[in-house]
């Protein structure tokens, strides 16, 4: 099945992405919540057993190391890092545990892989199985899939459709495709999953990491109003306390392709970057940005260094809306 296939499989019916190198880490022990609670800007406090928690890893200066998902599973935590992240987030957890912790962290990706289903008939696969699935983002079930212990996560709406995470051990990963297939979801390959992302207006790789904090690209969910001190959060508060948030994430219409990474002016002056681009067969080229917020008005015109003329304008997120 060509792009365009999977692409419009898509938009009018149901899609699965896997997730090739997703990590996954476990953290038993006791003092589990506490400690990564003190560690990251979310409410830990709020888990439950249908309800997940996104918190975020954040330097001194308060940029983002990593966002996790956090699942509770009897005597553990479940804690998703973002792609290719997990031996150094583990790594960076081992060293903040203090003599008196009582709390272990172990990689286990390469026992675990995690599965998103969009689209506007995902949702029928969970009726094929006799389960209802979770609502809202953060909504967790724990399920039994064709003998398997699933974790079925509510991911924030794609495609203005409810979005969801399947979470399966690697050994059975097979068998949930295939039954995935058999229903005719059909897999789709990261450059469409990138595309309807940034369609979504969703961030990814492209915003995640150390140049942003979190409050920069839209992660205010996962950033807790009420707790104590973690690493980064006087400089959070104060981007909230006195509305230093300088910084958002917008979408852009481009008049052709231009690089992830490329620098945006507006009448000469440097107001941020590309961070994810993609051709739309809907849109046709566009992209993500994080520019400063007194720039961020719909409709006016980008520019780069390179560019005589403008290279696309300021649109509304998602796209089509």
Same mark, same amino acid.
């Given at each position: 099945?060509?792009?365009?296939?999977?692409?419009?499989?898509?938009?009018?019916?149901?899609?699965?992405?896997?997730?090739?190198?997703?990590?996954?880490?476990?953290?038993?022990?006791?003092?589990?919540?506490?400690?990564?609670?003190?560690?990251?800007?979310?409410?830990?406090?709020?888990?439950?057993?249908?309800?997940?928690?996104?918190?975020?890893?954040?330097?001194?200066?308060?940029?983002?190391?990593?966002?996790?998902?956090?699942?509770?599973?009897?005597?553990?935590?479940?804690?998703?890092?973002?792609?290719?992240?997990?031996?150094?987030?583990?790594?960076?957890?081992?060293?903040?545990?203090?003599?008196?912790?009582?709390?272990?962290?172990?990689?286990?990706?390469?026992?675990?892989?995690?599965?998103?289903?969009?689209?506007?008939?995902?949702?029928?696969?969970?009726?094929?199985?006799?389960?209802?699935?979770?609502?809202?983002?953060?909504?967790?079930?724990?399920?039994?899939?064709?003998?398997?212990?699933?974790?079925?996560?509510?991911?924030?709406?794609?495609?203005?459709?409810?979005?969801?995470?399947?979470?399966?051990?690697?050994?059975?990963?097979?068998?949930?495709?295939?039954?995935?297939?058999?229903?005719?979801?059909?897999?789709?390959?990261?450059?469409?999953?990138?595309?309807?992302?940034?369609?979504?207006?969703?961030?990814?790789? !492209?915003?995640?990491?150390?140049?942003?904090?979190?409050? =920069? @690209? *839209?992660?205010?969910? &996962?950033?807790? /109003?009420? $707790?104590?001190?973690?690493?980064?959060?006087?400089?959070?508060?104060?981007?909230?306390?006195?509305?230093?948030?300088?910084?958002?994430?917008?979408?852009?219409?481009?008049?052709?392709?231009?690089?992830?990474?490329?620098?945006?002016?507006?009448?000469?002056?440097?107001?941020?970057?590309?961070?994810?681009?993609?051709?739309?067969?809907?849109?046709?080229?566009? !992209?993500?940005?994080?520019?400063?917020?007194?720039?961020? =008005? @719909? *409709?006016?015109?980008? &520019?780069?260094? /390179?560019? $005589?003329?403008?290279?696309?304008?300021?649109?509304?997120?998602?796209?089509?809306?």
């Amino acid at each position: 099945m060509s792009a365009r296939q999977d692409y419009q499989a898509a938009l009018e019916g149901a899609a699965f992405y896997l997730h090739m190198d997703g990590g996954w880490l476990s953290l038993a022990g006791p003092d589990r919540i506490d400690f990564l609670h003190r560690q990251s800007t979310g409410d830990l406090r709020t888990l439950s057993p249908d309800q997940a928690v996104i918190t975020v890893l954040t330097s001194p200066t308060a940029r983002i190391l990593d966002v996790l998902w956090v699942l509770p599973d009897s005597e553990k935590l479940i804690v998703l890092t973002l792609p290719g992240r997990s031996e150094r987030t583990s790594a960076f957890l081992k060293g903040k545990i203090f003599f008196m912790d009582k709390v272990t962290v172990i990689d286990e990706s390469s026992h675990y892989d995690r599965i998103d289903l969009i689209g506007p008939q995902a949702g029928e696969v969970f009726g094929a199985l006799s389960i209802s699935p979770p609502s809202g983002v953060g909504g967790m079930v724990s399920v039994e899939v064709l003998g398997l212990p699933v974790k079925v996560l509510g991911l924030d709406r794609w495609l203005q459709h409810a979005a969801y995470r399947l979470c399966v051990p690697s050994a059975g990963l097979g068998s949930l495709v295939e039954f995935l297939k058999g229903r005719g979801v059909v897999e789709i390959g990261h450059e469409t999953w990138s595309l309807l992302r940034i369609e979504a207006g969703m961030h990814g790789e !492209g915003e995640l990491t150390e140049k942003y904090t979190p409050l =920069e @690209v *839209g992660l205010d969910y &996962a950033v807790s /109003d009420s $707790k104590g001190c973690y690493t980064g959060q006087e400089v959070l508060a104060r981007q909230v306390t006195y509305d230093k948030v300088v910084r958002c994430l917008v979408g852009v219409r481009l008049s052709n392709r231009v690089e992830a990474g490329t620098e945006v002016l507006i009448e000469g002056r440097s107001i941020g970057a590309l961070t994810s681009v993609g051709q739309s067969p809907r849109f046709g080229h566009i !992209g993500l940005a994080v520019i400063r917020r007194s720039y961020a =008005e @719909v *409709g006016s015109a980008l &520019a780069t260094k /390179d560019a $005589k003329n403008a290279i696309g304008v300021i649109a509304a997120l998602p796209f089509g809306k």
